[in-house]
């Protein structure tokens, strides 16, 4: 039992680093990356808690967030793409036209 | 009118309110093709036609007997279901009757007023179309049958109030005072609509007359309900009514074209708020503190306003200062109770002071502009009527009898020493006296004395044409006239009031029914206002008339004889010196620096505070994608440690 | 083993199959017979969406749980898909000259957007977690997308990205809340959630307490309340003009509804005790939108700035809970669709090919030039601020009072305090455009009967409902999830 | 304790491999590691017992999601320029990231720690499911209890699908004919 405890931690260390990630890069690829660890990380607690609860739940949620992470990945890739034609960096800071 | 057969005019009430909007609706829409002449006509006749009704509603109440002097007709539930309802309706009682002839009549008047006075304007058919729209929504307000309906009314208002005073809004300070105008009543209004939702959690309704019903058993005398209730309310009176702290809009708003000011600032919208207490009167007895926070602020901003009025060289701010100052008196009066002499006053005023800006819209309309009372003078035979008219509505608000602003305003100032106390009465008599001396200030300044007018005006001085001499003559009458609906003795208005006062039902209170008050009282009474305003009347005189030209002729001829008239006036100088000169001293210190400095620069500096953070906030709106994410984060952070700590 | 497939209850999913199912024929219409459906495909749009309205009005009345409690139909709901419908006919009329003169004419715009309006009504219906993630991110990636359709409009594609990255990363808090939550009752089905909070405390309980704050960050990010709000105004100006209007009404109501769902079904007694901390979030979230949409300049961002404040008193209808509260709430979000999407249908007149015109400055004089566009600008920016008898007024009253009425007098007062910040900068747009002269000539109108349907529709719902709501306040109170 | 030991060994090299995706200059790296990452989770997913999301953890997130991101950055040839070269012009940004990260780690701890987890449990043990099999009952819950989000999973598919293209495509022909 302990050892869920353990990566249910995993899970959170993982997560923490992905949103590190997600604040501290410029590259948006690398962003989205960071993103993608983080849904994975909720995956991996997901997991955990359908084997510590014997429910199958967990597993098809996890399945279902693939699913999702695959849709956003298309869509965000190529909302990278066509913002790389037009201004020729995936730097976000150098994307900031709109503010105040 | 075989039309009408069988149908009281009571159930036309409706089309009191119908009339107006239609001639806003047509001007509105139409009124860039129409020529000048048929605008103006609309707008009249509709405003007209709504007070013939007002009249014939009046009279078929009359024949009522005044218990049964109230009459609802309910048109659509405008919110009903479950625990939350409204029905839109209109309410009719002796006081809304009494304020929609006020409104309409003296509304007439001015629309007739603007027709000439405006006529060279471009945006006549606008005006016009704001005049009907701002009636329309005062009639609303009046004549609701619930709050909600009220404050729809009330929004009206000051909305129409916003586009009128920014009428020319090609000025800047116009569009200014316009903006200032609507916030300045916004905060007002924000107690207001928070009285609403509290009555209506209090009561489950917020029609008038199940309120009023509900109130003596739902609410304790004196509770703390109650006192936030009427508080409330009475922010929003403030704000509306231009009382302490929220008047500085209203000295701005004569921006506005000066009949504008007449009907905002001197008939209709500024008494909204008087009009609103004296119908939650039932609420207000329930709460003897707010009843005291009422007079006080009443009293105090009579004497306020009227000490800042002496120090005006503007003809329309010492008429719009004298506004607010007329305003703090009808709450003075309702604030010991007297609600009924607080309408009355309300009557007469609108009279008085419609009358006043009208002469004074002639005066600047005869000088082509101008408006300030240091370049006018000896307009007396360049302008006879105005000038008599004008004396006539100054002898009133003096409080010189027989004129209409004596009787109101003594009866003030004795509901005021007998139901509340010696320093209320202090406050109302000293701004009387000052009152008397700066309105005829204004009178000599403007009519007496040597034109100090530049060549170029006083060649183009001239009497103004009837469409605005007609109105003036009109309401000069009402004022001579109009006090008598509350002579003393047998004050028609009071009885007819009455069964309003109270809920029409207890009788809590014996509204401004005079006979606990001894007629020696009374008559000693009288004679001391009628003396306070004489002697303003006199020290106006002697400073504005005699003096200035006196001395510089004598002193040349007469070596010895000056010394005489010197010493003479050596007595007026002392006079001068220790009561006068640091009066006016005092009054341009609180014009300079509380009103100016402190009031008008809170209220402004609130707005910049407001603006200010704005900026500061935008500034973290930096644009880059990772900030927005790590104020995500942070949020998230806070929210996940708070909940923890908290739970 | 034996499979037994569950009815399909296609009944209680109706308005769903209509929508996708017609997204996918429009889809087809578009790339086969272009030619003949090119310029029809949005008037067909618009009908599909009309006659949904009409299908899901038939749904009032009853509660169906479908899909083994996946999927649930009640008058919640219903109300809820009805204001996701209105707003997406608004918009169909909105962009159909909308995208042409923007050159983006294309049958997935209208695919696009249907997908969205069928995802809302998964969040507004589900009665699973799932579902209402799913719901959710149907609803986000056609946003993703749509926001970024300007694809050679580098604000277009930078208010993409911007909504993408930051609303993937939202959706992870989301998602470890939604985890949490399973972790530690053991199921993600909303009734079971609450049976098993009903039977045990959960405010002792750590885990629930940091999923449901999660939680409130991913759904907080949606609705955009202070502090998640940030992605708001630069994706509502960058975005299609036509699609902001959709942004700021449809997806909001939806993740309003989701929030409710959750938070009044599922968490109630976490609803009561956090009031303090959704309090906080609903004070800061009026305050902040209010004071900078008082010194914006362009009127998407300030209508961006102003939608955070609405939702912050969106927010306070959820925190007055109760009957009142919740009824509230679907008043204010159908009476906020109507108003909101008006004063976008002025701003997409306005609007020219490249030159967006959205300056608060490039309304100066409007008045003078086009009195009657004018004049229902004028009307929709009064109701915003809540003045009568515009349904805005209506619906802050009924709001203030419910908050009243729940105890909450401060945030109550706040509220109206912001309130009468709110009309200084809408009261600023009319100003400009009564009194100011026009900085230059206005170009003709782009006015289609599409968009003079919209506001006119817009329009009625501003005054009508203003001046008649009782019906509509009793419907809402027939829709409150707790009756 | 064998599955402690695994669980640890894995473990780390997850952390490790998911502090070089932040850290690493080059994206190719960062996404190399990454799926580094998602295979060392699988590897976990079967100590868990569940072999059919170790499965498609690999096949389909490592293999396919990850491999269109490698894809999408030779694409745009960004491994040959770094983006990142300069300095960061937002100064707190990178400390108060750390900052935030390190609390949120150790609320998760405190909190999962100090959690009593009692929720409902379910039928499927480890037992059950090995007898049934894994795959299987994934199978039959997505066609039974989960049909519904199921068929919306596809609808979610197919929009992302259609965005995809709208977003990417270079040319539509619509622009052609006019």
Known sequence: MILFTWYLILSGVLFSIGAVGVLIRRNAIVIFMCIELMLNSVNLAFVTFSRQLNSMDGQIFVFFIMTVAAAEAAVGLAIIIAIYRNKATVNVDDINLMKW | MPYFFGCSYLDLIGYVLLFPLAGTIINGLLGKKLSKFVVGIIGCTAIGISFILSFFVFIDLLKLDPEHRVFEIDYFTWIGSGSFEAIAGLQVDPLSVVMILVVTGVGFLIHVYSIGYMHDDDGFYRYFTYLNLFTFSMLLLVLANNFLLMFIGWEGVGLCSYLLIGFWFEKKSASTAGMKAFIVNRVGDFGFILAIMLIFVTFKTIDFTEVFHAAPEHLQMGSFVAIMITLLLFVGAVGKSAQIPLYTWLPDAMEGPTPVSALIHAATMVTAGVYMVVRCNVLYTLAPFSLTVVAVIGGVTALFAATIGLAQNDIKRVLAYSTVSQIGYMFLACGVGAYITGIFHLVTHAFFKALLFLGSGSVIHGLGGEQDMRKMGGLKKYMPTTYTTFLIGTLAIAGIPPFAGFFSKDEVLLDAFSKGSLFLWALGAFAALLTAFYMFRLLFMTFYGKSNMSKHVEEHVHESPMSILIPLLVLALLSILGGFIGFPTASAINSFLAPVIGGGHHGMIDGGDLHHVSNSLMFSMMGISTGIAVAGILLAYLMYVKQPDLPAKLVGKFKLIYTIIYNKYYVDEIYDATIVKPTVKTSFILWKIVDVKIIDGFVNAIARIVELKGEVLKLFQTGYVRNYALSILLGGVIIIVCSLVLL | ?483 | MLEGLLFIIMGLITIVCALCVVFQKNPIYSAIFLIQTMVSLAVLYVLLHAQFIAAIQVMVYAGAIMVLFVFVIMLLDLSKTDVEAGRDNLLFQKPSAVILGFILVVMIGIVTLKTVFQGTKGEYTPESISQIGNTQLVGKMLFTKYVFPFEIASILLFAAIIGAIVLAKKQIIEDKKV
Not at chain 3, 61 to 76: I, L
Not at chain 3, 86 to 115: D, H, P, R
Request: glycine residues 8%.
């Open chain 3, 1 to 483: 083993m034996e499979i037994v497939i569950p009815p399909f209850d296609l009944k209680s999913i109706s308005p769903i199959l209509i929508i996708t199912i017609s997204a996918m024929l429009i889809l087809v219409a578009d790339v086969f017979f272009r030619k003949t459906f090119r310029d029809s495909l949005g008037y067909i749009s618009f009908l599909i969406v009309v006659l949904t309205a009409m299908v899901a009005c038939t749904q009032m009345g009853k509660t169906v749980y479908s899909f083994s409690d996946m999927f649930v139909v009640d008058n919640f709901s219903v109300f809820f898909n009805l204001i996701f419908l209105v707003s997406t006919a608004i918009v169909i009329l909105l962009s159909v000259s909308y995208i042409k003169q923007e050159g983006i004419n294309y049958g997935e715009y209208y695919t696009l957007i249907l997908f969205a309006t069928m995802g809302m009504m998964l969040m507004a219906g589900g009665a699973d977690l799932l579902t209402i993630f799913l719901g959710l991110e149907i609803m986000s990636i056609s946003l993703y997308v749509l926001a970024g359709f300007r694809r050679d409009c580098v604000r277009s594609n930078e208010a993409s990205l911007k909504y993408f990255l930051l609303g993937a990363f939202a959706t992870c808090f989301l998602l470890y809340g939604i985890a949490m939550l399973y972790g530690t009752t053991g199921t993600t089905n909303i009734k079971e959630i609450a049976s098993f909070l009903a039977n045990n405390p959960s405010l002792s309980n750590p885990m629930i307490v940091t999923g449901t704050s999660l939680l409130i960050i991913g759904f907080g990010f949606k609705v955009a309340c202070v502090p998640f709000h940030k992605w708001t105004p630069d994706v509502y100006e960058g975005a299609p003009t036509a699609i902001t209007a959709f942004m700021s009404v449809g997806p909001k109501a939806a993740a309003f509804a989701a929030f409710t769902r959750v938070f009044l079904v599922a968490l109630p007694d976490v609803e009561q005790k956090w009031s303090i901390i959704l309090w906080v979030l609903a004070v800061l979230t009026m305050t902040v939108g209010n004071l900078v949409a008082i010194v914006q300049k362009n009127i998407k961002r300030m209508l961006a700035y102003s939608s955070i404040a609405h939702a912050g008193y969106a927010l306070m209808a959820i925190i007055a809970g109760g009957d009142f509260g919740s009824s509230s709430l679907l008043f204010y979000m159908l009476a906020y669709t109507f108003m909101n999407l008006g004063a976008f249908a002025v701003v997409i007149v306005l609007g020219r090919k490249g030159k967006e015109n959205a300056n608060i400055e490039d309304y100066s004089g409007l008045g003078f030039k086009h009195p009657l566009l004018a004049v229902t600008m004028c009307i929709f920016m009064f109701s915003l601020a809540g003045i009568p008898p515009f349904v805005g007024f209506i619906g802050k009253f009924y709001i203030f009072s419910a908050a009243i009425k729940n105890g909450f007098i401060i945030l109550a007062i706040i509220g109206v305090v912001n309130s009468v910040i709110s009309v200084y900068y809408y009261l600023r747009v009319t100003v400009v455009m009564y009194m100011k002269k026009p900085v230059r000539e206005f170009a003709p109108l782009s006015l289609s009967p599409f968009v003079i349907l919209a506001l006119i529709i817009t329009l009625w719902g501003t005054i009508h409902l203003g001046i008649f709501p009782a019906r509509l306040i009793d419907l809402a109170q027939k829709s409150t999830l707790l009756y």
